[in-house]
């Protein structure tokens, strides 16, 4: 029974490979989508059997020439531990590439997922997901796709709205930081008067023209300063904070 399994899920895995795809595949229509905006190479542009040959070799050369690649292998098939895939894509017979050719040309409707998978290596795109991989890879998922999409054609919008986030964050750092270096009252000092930001020690004795200075209270003095207007108050801080509404 065991065996009969084995033989069954070998049977399931090379019949996945041979069915058809056709032009509603993700990867097809961003072909399409690359060729109408004048994106993919010319050897992609006008698909012959001798030009997909010819930009597999280049694509594998810009790769690396990886010794090891699961559509490679799937393609042009396995290769000896001292052999690359240099002479392998060069020597390959031509008219394999004809029905990945007439599929891209619109000549056929369908094709199997080997010519999808060699399609996708050639396009270079891990952003383009097959079907079988959208409900495993979170990456895959359509809201995900769309927001990578759009920040990658709004890079300005990206930009200025990181550059807001991080300015931000500078800001209220450098503001905790200033309320947590309160500078206490030393002996002479026994009052204090508000900056408009917190309170500062001060002598009694000392006239400050329009500010109105009050008895020295340290509580107040540690703990009382103006929350700036980036800093957002939530359900969190009531019993925390306290409001007050000066001048309307």
């Known amino acids: 029974m065991q065996r009969n399994f084995r033989k069954f899920r070998f049977f399931v895995a090379i019949n996945a490979s041979i069915m058809p795809e056709n032009q509603d595949h993700p990867i097809f229509k961003e072909y399409e989508k690359r060729r109408n905006s004048d994106r ?54 031509i008219d394999k590439f004809r029905p990945l050719s007439y599929f891209l040309k619109g000549t056929s409707k369908s094709t199997n997922k080997v010519n999808v998978d060699l399609l996708k290596w050639l396009i270079n795109d891990e952003d383009v997901f097959l079907p079988e991989q959208s409900e495993t890879l979170p990456g895959s998922k359509p809201w995900y796709r769309r927001a990578v999409n759009f920040l990658k054609e ?26 947590s270096n309160v500078r206490m009252p030393d002996q002479a000092e026994k009052c204090m008067y508000w900056t408009g930001y917190h309170y500062e020690p001060v002598s009694c004795d000392e006239i400050k023209p329009g500010l109105n200075i009050i008895p020295l209270n340290i509580d107040k003095l540690k703990r009382m300063s103006k929350i700036p207007f980036f800093v957002k108050v939530t359900n969190r801080d009531v019993g925390k904070l306290w409001r007050a509404k000066i001048d309307g």
Do not use: M
């Not at 020439?65 to 020597?91: C, H, M, Q, W």
């Not at 807001?164 to 905790?176: Q, S």
């Open 40 to 93: 993919l190479s010319p050897n992609l542009h006008n698909p012959t059997p001798a030009s997909l040959r010819d930009e597999c070799l280049i694509v594998y050369q810009e790769k690396g020439k990886p010794k090891e690649d699961v559509t490679l292998r799937a393609f042009f098939g396995a290769i000896n531990t001292n052999e690359d895939y240099d002479s392998r894509i060069s020597n390959f017979d």
């Open 154 to 179: 709004n890079a300005g919008i990206t930009l200025t709205l990181l550059s807001i986030l991080l300015i931000g964050k500078l800001a209220f750092y450098l503001w905790t930081i200033q309320i």
